[in-house]
Structure formats: structure tokens, C-alpha cells
């Protein structure tokens, strides 16, 4: 049985894109195209601005998904750029208590605009003390929610007062499908939210020890390396196993039809399962102060950031990004690559390039003008690593470059204050909030695993 990783963050991207305030217009399908969250925030109770309040959203989805989706790298750039305003209060897609929540078949949270921290959060049902566990329950769970079909809609509060609607759309890549919910509002300390579950992704060296001392920056790159690879190995065993006790006349082993069949059997299940592991790139282990590991593709042509444990912004977006401070190769991704050298397992270099300093203001335009987003210098380690490393029989090599950096003038951070590292920087007013929203937002992107030919 071989398996390739591949394309990292596009399911959770169509996933995101979906909920998200869009900054450009979109004409409807159905309903009022044009209805805004602050349309809704002055009548929370009206069915039918929130039901054509969730329409709008889909309809917009299915719109930037339908334009872009005989070009993936533009539909990639068009997500990760239109995703960003829905982190802008009062915007047509979030006003007050007006948000959009995304949720998976699994019940894994994929967004929630009204509170980025509880993204990569699991929805518990069975929540005791919740104000809202049964109101969401109710709608995931109503026997006309279905892909493609009208939404459906629930009265809660203590009241009846409000109303919260539902509309499901089907997965683009890989993945489960997303329900998409809006009107429904909670504390953020609700307990129908609990963080995803992290166990076994230990690392030797983790990013608080890096927060201390530099000098361990590539101890811990090695350790997320090597934590990462072990649990994709886990994970590809734990459901070949259950495949195969599912399906006792497989023959995977002497049969070649049999192991491609297997291959397609653990493809859905492995990709779920990683994908909600990475969220796990926001815990303390990985993230904490100025420091948070990053994953982008080692193909040079690509150089696409996958994972990044502290902005949205570039996850799925070409690290093509120039810095004029510097001398020589200006291009960040370009830089990389050159000193790298070739692109084999154990390459790693020590670059050094300017980036957004923690608490810093970005650049204005950065993004659109494809320029670094602050002017503070920064120090990365990167390595190139095999992200099959440790699957037995081993399926062949599929490589990603892993990295994290430092602020060589930064004084030692206090804690996990959102602060900004090389591929992610902040980029609104949340500070904190924001750049914990950006850490649970994208690293629950998806590592996708299909057969080898």
C-alpha cells in the first residue's frame, strides 16, 4: 500500500472561503443578494434575512469556487485574499453578534468568525451547561439540511427570539462537507466547544524553549519534523488496520488491484484525521511567544506555504514576496531555495531576511504588492523533510520544507501573544485574538493522502 501526501490547506480553504466576508460583490442565485449582517443585526428574529443572509454566502462561495476552479493557484490566492475581511468587524459578513460559524460532518469547527480561537475546536453535542449545544444540534441534525438544498432554520434564546439558519455545501477536494451557520450567538467559553485532542504529538524541543533560548531553533524544527512524521505514520497504520479487518479477502500484499483498493479505502479517513491533527499546531508545544513551526512545498516552482502556525494570510499563497533591505536575491521565496541548495531530505540552511516585528504595524498593500510585511530583521531555520519518513513499507519520498524563526533583537516574549514569525503575520487591529484565530485557522488545512501509481 503507498500513499503520497498532497494538497495541503485546499479543502479547508473551500471550507473557510465559504464563511467568509468577501470585500467584492457577488450576484445571488436566490434570495436578497445584497443583505448585510448589519441587515440582520436589526432584526435577528427575521427568518428571511437570515435565511437569505446564509444564501448569500453560499452563493458567493459557489461563485469564487466556479470561477477559479480550472486554475488552482489562482483559486487558492483568490480564497486566501477575499478570507481576510471577514476578520474585519463590521464588514457585510460580520457585524456585532452577526457571524458565520462552518462545521463539518465531524463536527469539527473550520471557522467562526465571531471567535477564531474556538477554530479547530470539536462541536460536543452532548454538552452539559451550553446555551447553544441544542440549537446547534438541532440544526446539524434536521432531516432537510442536505447539500445544495434551502437552508433550515431554528427559533432559540430564551424567547424565541432569534433565529439561526443552516446550509450545507459539498467538499471541492478532500475532506467532509461544511454546514455553514449564521445567527447563532455564545459565550466563548461555552462548553458545546472543546479543543481538538492533541495526544502523542510531543516534541523534544518545544517553541516556549526556542522563546528562551535561539540557540534551539533547530532542535525544535527537528522535533516538529519528527512528531509530524510519526503521527502521519500512526495515523496511515491505525486505518490500514481497520480497513483491512473490514475487508478480510483484501489481499494488499501479493495482490496489486487489492492494495490500490485499499488505498482508496484509507484516502477519506487518514485526510480527516490529519486534517484535525493540525490543529494542533496552535498548542503551547508548538506555538508560543514569537515562535510557531511552518511547512511550505519544496517544489520550486511552487514554494506554497501549507501550514503556518500564526497567519492566514499566506497559507496557500506563493511565498512570492520581495525584501528591498536585502542584498543580492531580494525574492523570499527564490532566497530560500538558493540556500537550500538542492531540494533533498537533510538540506537545511540558516536564512536570514526582514519580516514583521511583534506589535509592529504591517506594511500597507503588502499582500497586493507582494512585498515582505514588516522591516524587522528575522533569522529561519529550514530543513527539507519526507513527510512518509516513518510509514512502513515506506511509500516513497514526498517532500515539504519545515522551518520556524527568530527575532535576533527581540527580547524574550511572556507567553503566546500572537506575535509573528516568517510565512504569517497579523494584520488588523485584533492583535492577539486574531493571530490565535490565524494559528487554529490553517493548520487544520488538510494533508491529503492518495495511492502512489
Known sequence: MKFKTHGILL?????????????????????????????VADDPGNEQKMTDFVNRIVDYYEHVRTDNMDDRAALIRELTIFARNIRQDGGDYKHGDIYAIGITDRNIVTNHAGYPVRIGYRFNPDAMDSAVAATLKALLDHEDLAIGAP???????????????????????????????VGLRHAVDDSAFVPPGCEGLELATTAAQVEEDHTKLQAYVQSVIDAVQKDVAKISQEEAVKALAANPSLDPISNLD???????????????????????????DFKYGSIYAFVMDADPAQSTVL?????????????????NLLEGERNIARLFHEKLGAVEVGASATVEYHWLKPGDTPTAMWFEDRMVPGMSPKTSYIEVADLNAQIVPHPGEWLFIFGSGVYPESTPADGNDGACTI?????TSQGALLNLFLVASVLLSVVFLRRRA
Open 307 to 323: 501550514v503556518n502556525g500564526a497567519s492566514f494570510d499566506l497559507n496557500g499563497y506563493n511565498l512570492d514576496l520581495n525584501d
Open 151 to 181: 437552508p433550515v432554520c431554528v427559533d432559540y434564546g430564551p424567547n424565541n427570539e432569534r433565529v439561526a439558519c443552516a446550509a450545507k455545501v459539498e467538499e471541492t477536494v478532500a475532506g467532509s462537507p461544511v454546514t455553514n451557520i
Open 11 to 39: 479543502s479547508l480553504f473551500f471550507a473557510l472561503g465559504l464563511v467568509f466576508s468577501f470585500a467584492i460583490d457577488a450576484s445571488g442565485t436566490h434570495g436578497d443578494s445584497t443583505i448585510t449582517a448589519q441587515d
Open 258 to 284: 487489492d492494495r490500490q483498493t485499499l488505498a482508496a479505502l484509507v484516502q477519506g479517513p487518514i485526510t480527516l484525521r490529519i486534517q484535525e491533527r493540525l490543529f494542533c499546531f496552535g498548542s503551547e
Open 423 to 427: 510565512a504569517g503575520a497579523s494584520n
